[in-house]
C-alpha cells in the first residue's frame, strides 16, 4: 500500500510507502536535487525465505542517488525493527524540472496505487499472525481480589506463559466499573489492550445511567467470554424455609413483608432477584448493602430473609453451614453444587449468571479478534487453568467471537428488563 500525503507546497510533498507486514513503513521526501542533502537511497526489494526485505544505505555527503534524477528521493528512512521483514514496492519517479513535472510525478504515484491492492491482505495477515508481539493490558474496572481480578490473573498467567509475553491485569477502578471501560473503550485498536467485560459495567449500567462515557455496543468488539458465574439464591439456617418454592410460597402468603439483601442498588445480585420476583410473581422488599460481604452477613443473621450473591463468594459459608443455598440462578445445575437445583427447574427457562467477557475496542481488525479469541481458548482449555477456575466457582465457556457477540445483546435485553422493573437509577 502506498499513499501520498501533501504536507506542505510541492517541494516539501511528502511520499510514504507502507510495507506490507507488521506496520513496517518507509518514510521519503519529495526535494530538489539543488537542495542537496545527504539522502538515504532505498535499495530495491530482494526475497528471503519467499518474503521480501527492504534495506536502505546511506550515501556520503556530495553524492546521489543513481540514476540522477531531477527530483531525487531524499531522506529515505527505515521505521521498524530489523527482525521484521517487509514486502516493498520500488517507486520511480520520472525526470522533471519545474512544478506542473512534480505534480506529474505525484499523479504517477497515485496510480501506482492500483497496481498494489493485493498487497493488504498480506500486511493484515502479517499484523495479526504474530501477536503479541509485546505485553498485553488487562484493564479490570473493579478491585483486585474480587471474583473477575482472581479469574482473570489465572487465565493471564497461563496465556503469559504460552505466549512468552506479559499479560497484565491493570485494575482501574471508579464510578461503579465507568472510567476502566471508559479507558478501554478509548484505547487503540491493535489487540494491546482489552476489557474484562461483566454484567455491571456492559448490561447493567448502559440502563442504569443516564449517561455514560462509553456505549457498551458501539466502542467494543465481543472476543470470547470467559467464564460465567451462577449466583445463588441463599437463606440461613434460622428460617423455616430450606427450599425455593418454600420462600415463594412464604412470600406470596406474606407479601412485601420478606425481605431481600443485595450488595446495592443496581448491582448484578439486585437485579438477578428482582428477575425472580418477576417471573415468580411474588413480593419481597429490597434492602441494598455496600457489598456482598455485609449483605450476606444480613443473611445470616436472619436481619433478611434471603439474599442473591456469586457462587465464588459463597463456598465457605456454604461449606460451614452458615447460609443454606436454595437455588442457583444459572439455566443448570452447577457443578460445584450438583445438590442444588437451579432456578429453571421451578420457574422454566430462567437463566441469570453472573460472567465475564473479553472486549477489544472497536475497530479491532476481525483477524486480530480471532487470534486473540484462539490463544484465551487455548488457554481455557488447560487442564489445570479449568481446575483453578472451578475452585472459584466459574464455569469455562470459551465461546468465539460471534456467539459472544451474540450472547453479550441478549443479556443487556435481560438486564434491561431487570432495570426498568426495579426502577433503580444512577448518576
Known amino acids: 500500500m502506498m499513499v501520498l500525503r501533501r504536507t506542505g507546497d510541492w517541494r516539501s510533498t511528502a511520499f510514504m510507502v507502507v510495507c506490507a507486514a507488521r506496520s513496517t513503513t518507509w518514510r521519503c521526501s519529495l526535494m530538489p536535487r539543488r537542495a542537496n542533502p545527504t539522502p538515504n537511497c532505498c535499495k530495491p526489494c530482494r526475497p528471503v525465505d519467499n518474503r521480501f526485505t527492504g534495506s536502505v544505505t546511506a550515501l556520503p555527503p556530495g553524492r546521489h542517488c543513481q540514476p540522477p534524477l531531477k527530483v531525487m528521493v531524499w531522506g529515505c528512512r527505515y521505521d521498524a525493527a530489523p527482525d521484521l521483514l517487509a514486502i516493498c514496492t520500488n517507486v520511480l519517479f520520472i525526470n522533471t524540472e519545474t512544478r506542473m513535472n512534480a505534480l506529474k510525478t505525484r499523479r504517477l504515484a497515485w496510480a501506482s496505487l492500483a497496481a498494489l491492492p493485493f498487497l493488504w491482505p498480506l500486511s493484515s495477515g502479517a499484523q495479526t499472525?504474530?501477536?503479541?508481539?509485546?505485553?498485553?493490558?488487562?484493564?479490570?474496572?473493579?478491585?483486585?481480589?474480587?471474583?473477575?481480578?482472581?479469574?482473570?490473573?489465572?487465565?493471564?498467567?497461563?496465556?503469559?506463559?504460552?505466549?512468552?509475553?506479559?499479560?497484565?491485569?491493570?485494575?482501574?477502578?471508579?464510578?461503579?466499573?465507568?472510567?476502566?471501560?471508559?479507558?478501554?473503550?478509548?484505547?487503540?485498536?491493535?489487540?494491546?489492550?482489552?476489557?474484562?467485560?461483566?454484567?455491571?459495567?456492559?448490561?447493567?449500567?448502559?440502563?442504569?445511567?443516564?449517561?455514560?462515557?462509553?456505549?457498551?455496543?458501539?466502542?467494543?468488539?465481543?472476543?470470547?467470554?470467559?467464564?460465567?458465574?451462577?449466583?445463588?439464591?441463599?437463606?440461613?439456617?434460622?428460617?423455616?424455609?430450606?427450599?425455593?418454592?418454600?420462600?415463594?410460597?412464604?412470600a406470596k402468603s406474606q407479601p412485601d413483608k420478606l425481605a431481600h439483601a443485595s450488595s446495592g442498588p443496581g448491582t448484578t445480585s439486585h437485579l438477578v432477584m428482582e428477575l425472580i420476583k418477576a417471573d415468580a410473581g411474588i413480593k419481597l422488599t429490597h434492602v441494598g448493602y455496600r457489598g456482598g460481604a455485609p449483605a450476606m452477613q444480613a443473611v445470616m443473621a436472619g436481619d433478611v430473609q434471603a439474599g442473591v450473591e456469586g457462587l465464588p463468594s459463597l463456598v465457605g459459608q456454604i461449606k460451614s453451614g452458615n447460609i443454606v443455598p436454595l437455588a442457583v440462578t444459572s439455566l443448570k445445575r452447577s457443578p460445584q453444587l450438583p445438590q442444588v437445583p437451579a432456578i429453571s427447574e421451578f420457574i422454566p427457562g430462567f437463566d441469570a449468571t453472573a460472567w465475564i467477557v473479553l472486549m477489544a475496542p472497536a475497530g479491532t481488525p476481525p483477524a486480530l479478534v480471532a487470534r486473540i479469541q484462539a490463544e484465551v481458548k487455548k488457554a481455557l482449555d488447560d487442564p489445570g487453568v479449568k481446575q483453578q477456575l472451578e475452585a472459584q466457582g466459574a464455569t469455562v465457556v470459551g465461546t468465539s467471537a460471534a456467539d459472544t457477540q451474540a450472547f453479550h445483546r441478549s443479556e443487556m435485553a435481560k438486564f434491561k428488563r431487570a432495570v426498568e422493573i426495579s426502577g433503580a437509577k444512577a448518576e
Request: a positive charge; proline letters at 8%.
Open 129 to 250: 499472525t504474530d501477536w503479541p508481539t509485546r505485553p498485553v493490558t488487562w484493564v479490570n474496572p473493579f478491585a483486585a481480589g474480587s471474583a473477575v481480578d482472581v479469574v482473570a490473573r489465572i487465565i493471564a498467567n497461563k496465556m503469559a506463559a504460552n505466549t512468552a509475553q506479559g499479560m497484565n491485569v491493570d485494575n482501574k477502578t471508579g464510578a461503579s466499573g465507568n472510567i476502566g471501560t471508559d479507558f478501554a473503550a478509548r484505547a487503540k485498536p491493535d489487540g494491546y489492550t482489552l476489557l474484562l467485560g461483566s454484567p455491571g459495567t456492559m448490561a447493567i449500567n448502559p440502563y442504569l445511567f443516564a449517561k455514560l462515557p462509553y456505549d457498551a455496543l458501539k466502542d467494543f468488539t465481543a472476543v470470547t467470554q470467559l467464564v460465567s458465574f451462577p449466583q445463588v439464591v441463599v437463606t440461613s439456617p434460622k428460617q423455616n424455609f430450606k427450599t425455593l418454592p418454600e420462600l415463594i410460597a412464604a
